[in-house]
């Protein structure tokens, strides 16, 4: 190759430089989010932060919860009245080894206001390894065992002990990536429209002619609900029983 045309492929590389790509980290950060598939409450709390918001709620009792950032999310049941209504055979926060992140735990239960176990028995109630479905609402056992929640792959590292570790946590202000499955799959349990246990629970007391409060109409259902952050109200049973 001649000088000359040494030359002019300089000059042309001079005048146009090749292009520095972006880092691939940032193409996703930019480019991958779909707004009109992404929900607000996802983009909103892409990391772990906590928010100084508390919830409101409906003034009768058991009266629908708001969260101001997720307004679709309306459990009627506060985490501590899940715990002193009895739930979880006293199981829930006993000291466990996670699969998941392949540590153990103990005492989580302490991060949470210490009333919510006022006149609870913490080791009968909270931490017991022994199952107690008498100490529950409705006598019975509900829900699925920690192993078959892991593999099931139901939960997630940031909570090993599951939902309603979830729910204690978004209550006090918690946010997070994994709020969005942890309340749809809420929607789908016990909510107005999605929720198939609790319209199961209200067709079952429509077709044996019994009250909205009848226990002896599908304890264990009822069981399930209140540990999900439900109890069915008359309201609520009258509203669906009005729109079937």
């Not at 001079?14 to 009109?36: D, F, G, M, R």
Request: some cysteine; overall charge positive; glycine content about 4%.
């Amino acid at each position: 190759m001649n000088q000359s045309k040494k030359n002019k492929m300089l000059k042309s590389k001079a005048l146009n430089p090749k292009k520095t790509s972006t880092p691939t980290t940032q193409i996703k950060l930019k480019n991958t989010s779909n707004p009109k598939k992404t929900s607000k409450l996802k983009k909103q709390y892409n990391t772990i932060t906590y928010i100084n918001i508390k919830p409101t709620r409906e003034s009768h009792k058991y009266g629908k919860l708001s969260f101001k950032d997720c307004p679709e999310f309306t459990p009627n049941l506060t985490p501590k009245e899940i715990l002193q209504m009895g739930s979880f055979g006293g199981t829930y926060f006993r000291p466990l080894y996670s699969t998941i992140t392949h540590k153990n735990y103990e005492n989580v239960h302490t991060e949470f206001p210490n009333n919510w176990y006022k006149n609870l028995d913490i080791t009968k109630y909270l931490t017991s390894n022994v199952c107690y479905p008498k100490i529950n609402t409705y006598k019975v056992s509900a829900g699925s065992s920690l192993k078959a929640w892991e593999d099931s792959n139901w939960i997630r590292a940031q909570d090993p002990y599951g939902w309603f570790q979830w729910y204690c946590r978004f209550y006090v202000g918690r946010r997070s990536p994994d709020d969005e499955r942890q309340i749809s799959r809420w929607l789908n349990y016990a909510s107005e429209k999605r929720g198939r246990f609790r319209r199961n629970l209200i067709t079952k007391c429509i077709k044996q002619n019994k009250t909205y409060d009848d226990i002896s109409v599908s304890p264990v259902i009822r069981q399930g609900l209140q540990q999900w952050g439900y109890i069915l109200t008359l309201s609520d049973f009258n509203l669906s029983k009005k729109n079937m």
